[in-house]
Protein backbone atom coordinates (compact mmCIF):
# COMPACT_ATOMS: atom_id res chain seq x y z
CA UNK A 1 0.00 0.00 0.00
CA UNK A 2 1.29 3.46 -1.29
CA UNK A 3 1.97 5.90 1.78
CA UNK A 4 1.96 9.42 0.97
CA UNK A 5 2.78 11.55 4.65
CA UNK A 6 2.88 15.38 4.26
CA UNK A 7 3.71 18.39 6.83
CA UNK A 8 4.96 21.59 7.05
CA UNK A 9 1.08 23.54 7.13
CA UNK A 10 0.40 25.99 10.21
CA UNK A 11 -0.64 29.17 10.34
CA UNK A 12 1.27 31.79 9.13
CA UNK A 13 0.73 36.12 8.53
CA UNK A 14 -0.05 37.47 5.09
CA UNK A 15 3.32 37.92 3.26
CA UNK A 16 4.60 35.17 4.95
CA UNK A 17 5.81 31.74 3.92
CA UNK A 18 5.60 27.73 4.19
CA UNK A 19 7.23 25.31 2.63
CA UNK A 20 4.94 21.78 2.20
CA UNK A 21 6.35 18.42 1.87
CA UNK A 22 5.19 15.21 0.84
CA UNK A 23 7.14 11.69 1.46
CA UNK A 24 5.90 8.76 -0.65
CA UNK A 25 6.67 5.41 0.84
CA UNK A 26 7.98 4.03 -2.17
CA UNK A 27 10.19 5.52 -5.11
CA UNK A 28 8.27 8.66 -6.59
CA UNK A 29 10.11 7.19 -10.28
CA UNK A 30 6.78 5.35 -9.63
CA UNK A 31 4.87 8.21 -10.44
CA UNK A 32 4.06 9.66 -13.81
CA UNK A 33 2.67 12.97 -12.02
CA UNK A 34 2.62 14.04 -8.51
CA UNK A 35 0.75 17.11 -7.39
CA UNK A 36 -0.76 19.59 -4.61
CA UNK A 37 -4.57 20.26 -4.59
CA UNK A 38 -5.95 22.34 -1.78
CA UNK A 39 -9.57 22.41 -0.40
CA UNK A 40 -10.82 25.13 1.22
CA UNK A 41 -14.61 25.26 3.84
CA UNK A 42 -17.53 24.75 1.30
CA UNK A 43 -15.31 24.53 -1.92
CA UNK A 44 -14.60 22.02 -4.22
CA UNK A 45 -10.69 20.26 -4.18
CA UNK A 46 -8.24 22.06 -7.08
CA UNK A 47 -5.22 21.82 -8.55
CA UNK A 48 -2.28 23.78 -6.84
CA UNK A 49 0.40 22.38 -8.80
CA UNK A 50 2.25 19.50 -10.14
CA UNK A 51 5.46 17.95 -11.31
CA UNK A 52 5.73 15.44 -13.73
CA UNK A 53 8.43 12.56 -13.47
CA UNK A 54 10.73 14.78 -15.83
CA UNK A 55 10.15 17.59 -14.12
CA UNK A 56 7.92 19.51 -16.24
CA UNK A 57 6.10 22.11 -14.08
CA UNK A 58 1.88 23.18 -13.97
CA UNK A 59 0.41 26.15 -11.60
CA UNK A 60 -2.77 27.18 -10.93
CA UNK A 61 -3.08 30.90 -12.01
CA UNK A 62 -4.08 32.38 -8.77
CA UNK A 63 -0.07 31.16 -7.49
CA UNK A 64 1.85 31.46 -10.58
CA UNK A 65 5.11 33.29 -9.04
CA UNK A 66 4.58 32.65 -5.62
CA UNK A 67 4.43 29.00 -5.78
CA UNK A 68 7.02 26.35 -6.48
CA UNK A 69 6.95 22.64 -6.80
CA UNK A 70 9.98 20.69 -6.70
CA UNK A 71 10.74 17.58 -6.37
CA UNK A 72 14.41 15.19 -4.37
CA UNK A 73 14.09 11.48 -6.16
CA UNK A 74 16.45 10.41 -3.67
CA UNK A 75 14.49 11.55 -0.66
CA UNK A 76 11.36 10.55 -2.13
CA UNK A 77 9.58 14.02 -1.85
CA UNK A 78 7.97 16.81 -3.50
CA UNK A 79 7.99 20.13 -1.63
CA UNK A 80 5.86 22.85 -2.47
CA UNK A 81 7.15 26.35 -1.38
CA UNK A 82 4.47 28.61 -0.72
CA UNK A 83 5.53 32.68 -0.24
CA UNK A 84 3.78 35.67 -0.58
CA UNK A 85 1.10 34.10 1.35
CA UNK A 86 -2.22 35.56 1.01
CA UNK A 87 -5.60 34.63 3.50
CA UNK A 88 -7.01 33.11 0.00
CA UNK A 89 -4.90 30.27 0.04
CA UNK A 90 -6.02 28.86 3.35
CA UNK A 91 -7.32 25.53 2.97
CA UNK A 92 -6.37 22.14 3.32
CA UNK A 93 -3.51 21.02 1.56
CA UNK A 94 -3.20 17.66 -0.36
CA UNK A 95 -0.50 15.35 -2.02
CA UNK A 96 -0.97 13.58 -4.84
CA UNK A 97 0.78 10.89 -6.65
CA UNK A 98 -0.75 9.27 -10.07
CA UNK A 99 0.72 6.39 -11.80
CA UNK A 100 0.82 6.25 -15.31
CA UNK A 101 -2.52 5.39 -17.59
CA UNK A 102 -4.80 3.01 -15.92
CA UNK A 103 -2.81 3.58 -12.90
CA UNK A 104 -4.25 4.30 -9.16
CA UNK A 105 -4.20 7.93 -7.80
CA UNK A 106 -2.73 7.84 -4.13
CA UNK A 107 -3.25 10.96 -1.52
CA UNK A 108 -1.66 12.38 1.17
CA UNK A 109 -4.36 12.89 4.78
CA UNK A 110 -4.01 16.79 3.99
CA UNK A 111 -2.29 19.37 5.84
CA UNK A 112 -3.62 22.99 7.05
CA UNK A 113 -2.59 26.14 6.08
CA UNK A 114 -4.16 28.91 7.60
CA UNK A 115 -2.93 32.25 6.51
CA UNK A 116 -4.18 35.54 8.86
CA UNK A 117 -4.37 39.12 7.63
Known amino acids: QVQLVESGGGLVQAGGSLRLSCTAS????????MGWYRQAPGKLRDLVAH???????NYADSVKGRFTISRDNAKNTVYLQMNSLKPEDTAVYYC???????????WGQGTQVTVSS
Open 26 to 33: ISIFSFNR
Open 96 to 106: LARQGIGGADY
Open 51 to 57: ITSGGST
